[in-house]
C-alpha cells in the first residue's frame, strides 16, 4: 500500500496553526491572558541568536498554556480545527487528500506542530497516522515541555525512513511547503515541494524535487 504524507502547516493550512490556536484559547474568555505572550519575550530574543524552534515551542507552551485543563484544551482545538478547515486551508491540498484516500493509500499527517492538537486534524481530515511533536502533561494539566524531537528538517527523514521499513512499502508521497521539509521530500519517491519561497524553490530543484503551487 503505497504511503502519502503530508506537513501540515502551509502545505495543508494557509499558514502556521499553534501560534493562532495559543492566542485564541489565551484570549476567551479573558483577553488579558494575552500579556502572558510577554513571557516569550527573552525565548524569543535567544532564538535570534541560537535557531533553536524546539526550545521556543516548549518557551511558549509554558509561559501561556502551562495548567490548562485537558478536557478545555480538547475542546478548543476541536473547535479551532474544525474552524481552519473550513476557512483556512488549500482546495488544492483537501483534493490531494481525497485522492490518496480514495486511491486505498496510507494516509500520514507528519508535523512539527504538537500532538494535543495535530490528531484532531488527523482525525477530522481521515488521515491514517498521525506524527507530530509530543508535549508533556501533569495528570490533566498541561505541563508544555517537549517529550519528542521537533518533527522537522532531519527528524522528518528520519521518520519518513521508519515508516517505509515499518510498512515495507516505498512506494511514497510527500507534500511539504518549506526549506526544512526538503530532507524528507528528496527521500520520497514522488515529493512535491507547495507553495515554496524562492529560495525553497530554488532548492528543490537542485535536488530534483519538484513544485507546485496549491490555492
Not at 31 to 38: Q, T
Not at 95 to 119: E, K, N, Q
Not at 200 to 215: I, N
Amino acid at each position: 500500500m503505497p504511503i502519502a504524507i503530508f506537513d501540515l502547516d502551509g502545505t495543508i493550512t494557509h499558514r502556521d496553526t499553534l501560534f493562532p490556536l495559543v492566542v485564541r484559547q489565551l484570549a476567551r474568555p479573558n483577553p488579558l491572558r494575552l500579556l502572558r505572550l510577554l513571557r516569550v519575550v527573552p525565548a524569543t530574543v535567544r532564538f535570534a541568536f541560537d535557531h533553536d524552534r524546539a526550545a521556543l515551542k516548549q518557551s511558549l507552551l509554558r509561559a501561556t498554556l502551562r495548567g490548562t485543563a485537558r478536557d478545555a484544551l480538547n475542546a478548543a482545538c476541536r473547535e479551532f480545527v474544525t474552524d481552519t478547515i473550513a476557512h483556512r486551508c488549500f482546495a488544492d491540498a483537501l483534493a490531494a487528500i481525497r485522492r490518496h484516500r480514495d486511491a486505498g493509500h496510507h494516509l500520514v499527517l507528519m508535523s512539527a506542530s504538537v500532538d494535543f492538537y495535530v490528531p484532531e486534524f488527523g482525525r477530522q481530515l481521515g488521515f491514517d497516522e498521525v506524527i507530530s511533536t509530543g508535549v508533556a502533561w501533569n495528570g490533566d494539566r498541561l505541563d508544555g515541555t517537549l517529550t519528542t524531537p521537533n518533527r522537522r528538517g532531519e527528524e522528518k527523514a528520519i521518520r519518513l525512513r521508519a515508516l517505509v521499513a515499518a510498512r515495507n512499502d516505498g512506494d511514497t508521497f510527500a507534500y511539504g511547503n518549506s526549506d526544512s521539509d526538503l530532507p524528507h521530500l528528496r527521500l520520497a519517491k514522488h515529493g512535491l515541494l507547495v507553495n515554496g519561497s524562492v529560495s525553497a524553490r530554488r532548492e528543490a530543484a537542485a535536488m530534483g524535487v519538484p513544485c507546485a503551487e496549491w490555492s
